[in-house]
């Protein structure tokens, strides 16, 4: 099918009919990956909209979280062997009148299997794995971290500068020396034995939807559902739904109207030593909808087809939304075609890349 060029890169002020940087293999893109703007009624680049983060979400529990969490800090764990989704379930123990408690995860895809120790205290699930998951370094520097917290704002120097001017004050020597005397821990290399360690449940990631934007004007192109289940759009403007699609299958040219509006296509081309074209004005009726399978087969262009015999006899050059372009091809090459297309509403153009064959 080619590939669409995009002309958001294109000098200020450029008059002339062809875009200077209609070659620049960096702006033609796959039709699937634009969108459309009907307010500038132009196509849009992923370089000409904007992304807008919404809120967090689990896609396991379907809880929201905010935008600084990872992780789903509920129940839900990943199994790392196979990354499938993990079971809990929690075995009370009583011993020597301690309740205690511990946790068994269970893979139902690869009979992946992991239990805690034994716990007494109340603790929510995902702090006992992190807790688990820190190596010895980790946690030597977490108790170096608050107990120099603990020191600072003993000594009323909280802020960052200062911290930095109390550094740089004293040399090595002189800090050894305060050190020694205000009897602070020693700060040693600690080196981490090679323990052969359990492998233990994997953070469940946290999702999140995105809408797009058009810079120039603003307009929402793109708003998913509100609601984390739901995978529905609210709005939803993309090229492959407004353009007309040009195609070369095998040595026919074929003209698509994938829209819910009638309209009529123009065909501009620049080299005839290629392709030569008898018909260049062409009308499209709407895209029916498409019900059964009979009425979505007469959207589909007969080229694209089986060659059987039964099939090319009963062929025709017109559809409900697509036709035939009647056109000579001379050589086997990739060349840019202007499209124009005219609504009873909108009016607006685009450079396809075709590759003919």
């Known amino acids: 099918m080619g590939s669409v060029f995009c002309p958001c890169y294109e000098p200020p002020g450029a008059a002339e009919k062809v875009?200077?940087?209609l070659h620049d293999p960096s702006l033609r893109h796959p039709i699937e990956e634009l969108y459309f703007c009907h307010?500038?009624?132009?196509?849009?680049?992923?370089?000409c909209v904007d992304l807008e983060h919404g809120p967090k979400f689990c896609p396991s529990c379907w809880r929201s979280f905010d935008h600084e969490a990872r992780y789903c800090q509920r129940h839900c764990f990943r199994c790392p062997s196979c990354r499938s989704r993990l079971r809990v379930k929690a075995d009370s123990n009583d011993e020597d009148t301690k309740i205690s408690k511990s946790?068994?995860?269970?893979?139902?895809?690869?009979k992946w299997t992991y239990t805690t120790g034994k716990l007494t205290k109340p603790q929510p699930l995902y702090e006992i794995i992190r807790e688990s998951s820190k190596t010895v370094l980790e946690r030597r520097f977490s108790e170096l971290k608050t107990y120099y917290e603990n020191l600072y704002e003993t000594l009323h120097i909280s802020e960052a500068r200062h911290r930095k001017r109390l550094?740089?004050?004293?040399?090595?020597?002189?800090?050894?020396?305060?050190?020694?005397?205000?009897?602070?821990?020693e700060?040693?290399?600690?080196?981490?034995?090679t323990v052969d360690q359990p492998e233990l449940p994997l953070f469940q990631e946290l999702c999140c939807k995105s809408s797009v934007r058009c810079k120039s004007c603003r307009n929402v192109l793109v708003q998913p559902s509100s609601e984390p289940s739901s995978s529905s759009f609210e709005t939803l403007s993309m090229a492959i739904s407004r353009l007309p699609v040009l195609e070369c299958i095998g040595s026919t040219?074929?003209?698509?109207?994938?829209?819910k509006e009638s309209m009529e296509v123009q065909l501009h081309l620049m080299d005839s030593e290629v392709l030569t074209l008898y018909e260049t004005r062409l009308y499209l009726s709407a895209r029916p909808e498409c019900k059964t399978p009979e009425e979505y087969a007469k959207c589909i262009p007969t080229p694209k087809l089986t060659n059987s015999r039964a099939e090319a006899l009963s062929r025709t050059e017109e559809g409900s939304n697509?036709?035939?372009?009647?056109?000579?091809?001379?050589?086997?090459?990739?060349?840019?075609?202007?499209?124009?297309?005219?609504?009873?509403t909108a009016s607006f153009s685009w450079w396809q890349f075709l590759r003919i064959s």
């Open 39 to 47: 307010t500038c009624r132009s196509i849009k680049c992923y370089r």
């Open 322 to 344: 697509w036709k035939i372009v009647k056109a000579e091809i001379l050589k086997a090459q990739e060349i840019p075609i202007l499209l124009t297309a005219k609504t009873d």
């Open 103 to 110: 946790f068994r995860f269970n893979c139902a895809n690869c």
């Open 19 to 21: 875009p200077l940087t």
């Open 253 to 259: 040219l074929v003209v698509t109207n994938p829209s």
């Open 167 to 185: 550094v740089g004050r004293f040399s090595s020597l002189e800090l050894a020396h305060v050190v020694e005397h205000r009897k602070l821990p």
């Open 187 to 193: 700060i040693g290399v600690i080196r981490e034995q």
